[in-house]
């Protein structure tokens, strides 16, 4: 039976990119701890990814959505530069942070749903916005995996078939981590198949901001406690 709403999908994302984080600032990645909280962190991208689709589609203003997730994305730079480089800002690929991945994403589903140009003109368009995402986090799979989330919205099999086809490439592009660590992605088609119920769950305020607000304050909070480790080492 069904019993996960989105809310409790969007917290369990949220759990799985602290528990992520931690390992990062604070744990060996080869390590078998270190492994086994970056798998579970690995749900994080795609659940983002497929909410992103899910706010768009159930939205009653779509612009404001986007201001909210652009204001958002400028806010957690500086927060992500620093947990990630050590610097408030930096021009690395990777450093601006998963909002402003998410960001292109909708603009992605933006541009494909309302635009009035030539196809031809949304796919390039779509592959520039890929190339701005890689300096963010979760470059180009949390611009498409929503954006194919979107566009195969009715049909089960292609929007799961275009998932688990783009997550070969996360998986081959694993970098420092195990590809079985990667291939965790994977877990996230029969997470929503089978627990996923469709409903929106409570929709106090609440709800609605504690991923906004709480991705820049654990990000600094992690830097923090990270420097006075160093400080006290």
């Known amino acids: 039976m069904k019993r996960l709403n989105r809310n409790h999908l969007k917290y369990l994302a949220i759990a799985a990119m602290l528990v992520d984080h931690v390992a990062w600032a604070f744990v060996p990645t080869h390590s078998p701890l270190g492994q086994a909280m970056h798998l579970f962190g690995r749900l994080t991208g795609p659940l983002m990814a497929f909410f992103l689709a899910e706010g768009y589609v159930h939205t009653r203003n779509v612009k404001k959505y986007v201001l909210r997730m652009g204001v958002f994305a400028l806010i957690s730079v500086v927060p992500f530069c620093l947990f990630e480089t050590g610097a408030p800002f930096s021009l690395r690929m990777g450093s601006f942070g998963v909002i402003y991945t998410l960001f292109l994403g909708l603009l992605a589903i933006w541009l494909c749903d309302k635009a009035k140009i030539p196809v031809w003109c949304k796919a390039l368009a779509v592959a520039g916005l890929c190339v701005l995402s890689l300096w963010g986090d979760w470059p180009i799979f949390d611009v498409l995996w929503p954006l194919f989330f979107f566009l195969f919205r009715d049909s089960e099999k292609k929007k799961w078939t275009a998932f688990c086809l783009l997550a070969l490439l996360a998986v081959k592009a694993a ?59």
């Open 175 to 233: 970098g420092n981590m195990s590809w079985w660590v990667m291939a965790g992605v994977y877990l996230v088609p029969p997470l929503v198949h089978f627990c996923y119920n469709g409903e929106s769950g409570s929709k106090a305020p609440f709800h609605k901001w504690f991923f906004y607000v709480f991705y820049p304050t654990h990000l600094l909070a992690l830097y923090a406690i990270e420097r006075l480790l160093v400080s006290r080492g």
